[in-house]
């Protein structure tokens, strides 16, 4: 600009000559009606170059676009981008335009840097001369850049928070040439332009606020149709209908959903996505101590820094190259490199200060950072899948206390119209082995209860024992259901195959079985229900079969769990959850489910 302006003067005195006053004074006007016009309408044009930057880029794009377009109108040859990172209090590397490789050059303090004083100075600082400037610490990389003289600029980015918590960063604008002089206006138009950005920066923030609360609403309204079906909620079914709400900010592979022990030692996975697909395994509980990034997670409090390979804040953990990141273990770092997960983010959540839910995404789109909405919306999807959680947990609860309460009711009946009787001696056993019963489903009752509260513990369990008691109920069921037509086979149980798994969920998958094939063969005009327990390739076998079979799309369904029904998701969980296996077979006129569970004296599953 000041170039064209001395070649302006140039043009009109050598034209003019010698000026008189008149001359002059034609001249000054000349230059205030053309040159000022033209001046202030470039300036205009340069502005409204900034302005027009689309708002639905991405931060760092808006930031490279400006800085491009920033070089051009300065006559400069390159320009970086330094954001300030209050986690971590450090200048991090955030976009250039014309530098190649910037992307992946090291943070730097605040502190005896240029860009540092510039951030906290907030005003332009110009270096005529790097090579000769003690503040710029890496003057072989500028050197191999070919640029002697740069002119840093402020930026202040709007964030969607109070006054004084704007973004701050550093604008640096390089010139090839050595001992360059800047003068005032060049420095003022330098920052004028800068400030504009921010301009961008609010209109982007705002289409950001717009679009977070769009999906907020999308995922709150998707929740509430699934809640208002007769058949209830189902996780698996969840995640499958939000997680395109987050396609957009992280192409996510996988997703799981862990909680967090008391003591913050243990960790336990309650629901994956896809549950085939993931590394974890569901219901596993993991040692913290023994899984870095778990660990690193936890306690997200005590720890923040940025690195080239994982980023660390108070809301996130980011693993942003997992081949390289010190927080992998090896077979996980295998996992990823299978499956082409190029970032894994850990967000972890908390009650009262103390991490009590890990929600894990595993991505195939590299991220190096996430903005505060996406974080937002993130967390958001979190606490409404941890909700979506507790509410399928009460739904399968639900479900199973019926089997219990209508042995419960029948057997007191049965014990009543005992007790009618004048002389009890002849009954005695009798009585004593229905109060047993009630005693026994009073307590699986409890069981449930206790489960609501998250207790229940693996132990030993003798599966033909539960098998026979579970088989007993569903007896006393069919008989005060009054369901004639429905014969049960006496069954087979071969003994002493111990399993190590939950009682409580063995009784519920037994429960849920027996229950399906007695309302399969209600639904015929009759029809029979079998169980079996035994051997099979070193595991301990349960058969439960019922007369009918099953059309070959539902079976389909039925084998991928895409059925509406709790019973088929609480007896796939359960047993993925124990290592085991699940068979469905139709031929001969019946349906048999097998459920296959390792034995107690098998080598327990390795974990990750």
């Given at each position: 600009?000041?170039?064209?302006?001395?070649?302006?003067?140039?043009?009109?005195?050598?034209?003019?000559?010698?000026?008189?006053?008149?001359?002059?004074?034609?001249?000054?006007?000349?230059?205030?009606?053309?040159?000022?016009?033209?001046?202030?309408?470039?300036?205009?044009?340069?502005?409204?170059?900034?302005?027009?930057?689309?708002?639905?880029?991405?931060?760092?794009?808006?930031?490279?676009?400006?800085?491009?377009?920033?070089?051009?109108?300065?006559?400069?040859?390159?320009?970086?981008?330094?954001?300030?990172?209050?986690?971590?209090?450090?200048?991090?590397?955030?976009?250039?335009?014309?530098?190649?490789?910037?992307?992946?050059?090291?943070?730097?303090?605040?502190?005896?840097?240029?860009?540092?004083?510039?951030?906290?100075?907030?005003?332009?600082?110009?270096?005529?001369?790097?090579?000769?400037?003690?503040?710029?610490?890496?003057?072989?990389?500028?050197?191999?850049?070919?640029?002697?003289?740069?002119?840093?600029?402020?930026?202040?980015?709007?964030?969607?928070?109070?006054?004084?918590?704007?973004?701050?960063?550093?604008?640096?604008?390089?010139?090839?040439?050595?001992?360059?002089?800047?003068?005032?206006?060049?420095?003022?138009?330098?920052?004028?332009?800068?400030?504009?950005?921010?301009?961008?920066?609010?209109?982007?923030?705002?289409?950001?606020?717009?679009?977070?609360?769009?999906?907020?609403?999308?995922?709150?309204?998707?929740?509430?149709?699934?809640?208002?079906?007769?058949?209830?909620?189902?996780?698996?079914?969840?995640?499958?209908?939000?997680?395109?709400?987050?396609?957009?900010?992280?192409?996510?592979?996988?997703?799981?959903?862990?909680?967090?022990?008391?003591?913050?030692?243990?960790i336990n996975l309650e629901a994956a996505y896809p549950q085939d697909g993931c590394y974890y395994d569901a219901g596993h509980s993991f040692t913290?101590?023994?899984?870095?990034?778990?660990?690193?997670?936890?306690?997200?409090?005590?720890?923040?820094?940025?690195?080239?390979?994982?980023?660390?804040?108070?809301?996130?953990?980011?693993?942003?190259?997992?081949?390289?990141?010190?927080?992998?273990?090896?077979?996980?770092?295998?996992?990823?490199?299978?499956?082409?997960?190029?970032?894994?983010?850990?967000?972890?959540?908390?009650?009262?200060?103390?991490?009590?839910?890990?929600?894990?995404?595993?991505?195939?789109?590299?991220?190096?950072?996430?903005?505060?909405?996406?974080?937002?919306?993130?967390?958001?999807?979190?606490?409404?899948?941890?909700?979506?959680?507790?509410?399928?947990?009460?739904?399968?609860?639900?479900?199973?206390?019926?089997?219990?309460?209508?042995?419960?009711?029948?057997?007191?009946?049965?014990?009543?119209?005992?007790?009618?009787?004048?002389?009890?001696?002849?009954?005695?056993?009798?009585?004593?082995?229905?109060?047993?019963?009630?005693?026994?489903?009073?307590?699986?009752?409890?069981?449930?209860?206790?489960?609501?509260?998250?207790?229940?513990?693996?132990?030993?369990?003798?599966?033909?024992?539960?098998?026979?008691?579970?088989?007993?109920?569903?007896?006393?069921?069919?008989?005060?259901?009054?369901?004639?037509?429905?014969?049960?086979?006496?069954?087979?149980?071969?003994?002493?195959?111990?399993?190590?798994?939950?009682?409580?969920?063995?009784?519920?998958?037994?429960?849920?079985?027996?229950?399906?094939?007695?309302?399969?063969?209600?639904?015929?005009?009759?029809?029979?229900?079998?169980?079996?327990?035994?051997?099979?390739?070193?595991?301990?076998?349960?058969?439960?079969?019922?007369?009918?079979?099953?059309?070959?799309?539902?079976?389909?369904?039925?084998?991928?769990?895409?059925?509406?029904?709790?019973?088929?998701?609480?007896?796939?969980?359960?047993?993925?959850?124990?290592?085991?296996?699940?068979?469905?077979?139709?031929?001969?006129?019946?349906?048999?489910?097998?459920?296959?569970?390792?034995?107690?004296?098998?080598?327990?599953?390795?974990?990750?």
């Amino acid at each position: 600009m000041k170039k064209k302006l001395e070649d302006f003067f140039s043009q009109h005195l050598l034209r003019k000559g010698n000026l008189s006053e008149v001359q002059l004074q034609e001249l000054i006007n000349t230059v205030e009606s053309e040159y000022q016009s033209w001046f202030l309408s470039t300036i205009i044009q340069e502005i409204e170059e900034i302005m027009s930057i689309d708002p639905s880029l991405s931060f760092k794009e808006i930031l490279e676009v400006a800085a491009e377009r920033i070089v051009h109108n300065l006559a400069a040859d390159a320009a970086t981008i330094r954001i300030f990172d209050p986690d971590t209090l450090r200048l991090t590397s955030f976009g250039s335009y014309g530098v190649s490789d910037y992307q992946r050059r090291a943070d730097i303090p605040v502190k005896n840097t240029i860009s540092g004083s510039v951030v906290q100075q907030q005003r332009c600082i110009a270096v005529p001369s790097i090579l000769k400037d003690p503040l710029y610490k890496n003057k072989d990389m500028v050197k191999a850049w070919g640029f002697n003289s740069l002119l840093a600029v402020p930026l202040v980015l709007p964030l969607s928070k109070p006054p004084g918590n704007d973004l701050l960063g550093s604008l640096q604008i390089y010139y090839k040439e050595d001992d360059r002089q800047f003068d005032k206006l060049e420095i003022i138009h330098a920052e004028l332009l800068s400030r504009r950005i921010g301009f961008v920066l609010a209109k982007k923030k705002i289409l950001d606020l717009e679009e977070l609360n769009r999906r907020k609403e999308t995922i709150f309204n998707k929740i509430f149709v699934k809640l208002s079906r007769r058949e209830g909620i189902k996780l698996k079914d969840l995640f499958v209908l939000l997680i395109p709400e987050l396609k957009e900010m992280i192409e996510v592979q996988s997703c799981s959903l862990f909680t967090v022990s008391e003591d913050q030692q243990f960790i336990n996975l309650e629901a994956a996505y896809p549950q085939d697909g993931c590394y974890y395994d569901a219901g596993h509980s993991f040692t913290v101590s023994h899984h870095p990034y778990f660990q690193a997670a936890i306690n997200w409090t005590k720890q923040k820094y940025d690195t080239e390979y994982e980023r660390i804040t108070q809301s996130y953990l980011l693993i942003k190259d997992p081949a390289h990141s010190s927080l992998m273990s090896s077979q996980l770092r295998e996992f990823t490199t299978e499956h082409h997960i190029h970032s894994i983010l850990l967000l972890p959540l908390s009650v009262d200060g103390k991490v009590s839910h890990l929600l894990a995404f595993n991505a195939t789109k590299q991220k190096h950072f996430f903005s505060d909405e996406e974080i937002e919306l993130i967390t958001f999807f979190s606490k409404e899948i941890m909700k979506a959680s507790k509410l399928e947990f009460f739904g399968d609860i639900l479900h199973d206390i019926k089997n219990p309460a209508i042995a419960v009711a029948g057997f007191a009946n049965r014990a009543c119209k005992l007790l009618e009787n004048e002389d009890l001696e002849p009954v005695r056993n009798k009585l004593k082995s229905y109060l047993d019963i009630m005693a026994s489903e009073a307590a699986r009752m409890q069981d449930l209860a206790q489960a609501m509260t998250g207790e229940g513990r693996e132990t030993i369990v003798e599966l033909s024992a539960v098998a026979a008691m579970r088989f007993r109920i569903i007896e006393e069921v069919v008989r005060e259901s009054k369901l004639i037509r429905v014969t049960l086979l006496p069954p087979a149980l071969e003994l002493g195959l111990m399993v190590s798994c939950s009682r409580f969920g063995l009784e519920r998958v037994i429960d849920n079985l027996l229950g399906n094939a007695v309302r399969a063969v209600a639904e015929q005009s009759e029809g029979r229900v079998a169980m079996s327990v035994g051997r099979r390739d070193g595991m301990a076998r349960l058969v439960i079969e019922n007369s009918g079979g099953i059309p070959p799309e539902r079976l389909e369904k039925m084998r991928r769990g895409a059925v509406r029904g709790r019973g088929l998701n609480i007896i796939n969980r359960f047993v993925h959850t124990n290592h085991g296996n699940i068979e469905i077979e139709v031929k001969n006129g019946m349906t048999r489910f097998i459920i296959l569970l390792p034995l107690a004296s098998s080598p327990a599953a390795s974990h990750p």
